[in-house]
């Protein structure tokens, strides 16, 4: 068997080769030399990870910074699209939770620049606390919130009740965000997968790791901790979803925070 096996991939060779060999002596098509390669590969390395924003409509790299522009409208169906201009993504509540109420606010588009630091730090001390608003990106272009609610930065109890069944809504500016586990891009990418990026730079990881659950005592202060991940064999800090308070961010950012501007 492994002899036909070697047999089979010589056979596979050849045949790749002969068409290759008969594709370049083909000079009546002008094709791109597929051995030249135009593009600079330590560039499109480096955005690789971030190219998985695959809500953002633009990610290049600028200085020390990658930029991901997002319009931070949700892929997945919510009851907040109700009478919107995106009505076709209206879903009512179809959640677990009976207490579920629908908040006043209606999703709307909202132009998000995401400056995040290229290769980021961790900081030993000086860490900045995350504040209310978006501290980060979800891969669907979504934003990311922290543990608490506005305005005075209270427990998000009474708002947890407001999250439509993917574990979203809008503030009152009708920006949809998450605070917790986006269970569209758990449900689709798998609860170990990467889920997007706080504004430092580390990413953010699904509430499961190596088929086992992620809890908060797994994590430090900030909510994350450092070993390899299929995205950096060689580690990285990352933060995770977990099921309880504070859920993704704890006292604030492990390293410097990029900007996200709007
Ligand atoms: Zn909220
Ligand atoms: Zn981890």
Redesign the pocket.
């Known amino acids: 068997m492994k002899n036909l096996g070697i047999i089979t991939s010589t056979i596979l060779l050849m045949i790749g080769f002969i068409s290759f060999e008969s594709c370049k002596n083909d000079d009546s098509v002008a094709m791109p030399d597929p051995l030249v390669d135009t593009t600079d590969t330590t560039t499109a390395d480096e955005l690789a990870v971030y190219k998985k924003v695959y809500g953002a409509s633009d990610i290049y790299k600028e200085g020390n910074f990658v930029v991901i522009k997002v319009n931070s409208l949700p892929d997945h169906p919510s009851p907040y699209y109700k009478d919107t201009d995106w009505s076709d993504k209206f879903e009512g509540y179809n959640g677990t939770n009976p207490d579920f109420h629908l908040n006043p606010n209606r999703v709307t588009q909202t132009n998000y620049t995401y400056k995040f630091p290229l290769n980021p730090v961790e900081l030993s001390s000086g860490n900045q606390a995350t504040t209310l608003g978006t501290i980060g990106v979800a891969i669907n272009g979504v934003p990311l919130f922290n543990q608490y609610a506005g305005p005075n930065e209270q427990e998000l109890t009474n708002e947890i009740n407001s999250f439509d069944q993917y574990n979203g809504h809008p503030q009152q500016q009708g920006v949809y965000h998450y605070h917790i586990e986006p269970l569209y891009l758990t449900a689709n990418k798998g609860k170990e997968a990467l889920m997007g990026f706080l504004l430092d730079g580390f990413p953010v990881?699904g509430p499961e790791?190596n088929g086992a659950e992620?809890t908060n005592s797994?994590?430090d202060e900030f909510h994350?901790?450092?070993?390899a991940?299929a995205d950096y064999p060689n580690g990285i800090y990352?933060y995770?979803f977990t099921d309880a308070a504070p859920y993704l961010n704890g006292d604030g950012f492990k390293g410097t925070p990029g900007t996200a501007t709007r």
Not at 224 to 227: I, Q
Request: charged content about 15%.
């Open positions: 990881y790791e992620v797994y994590l994350g901790h450092k070993h991940t990352h995770h």
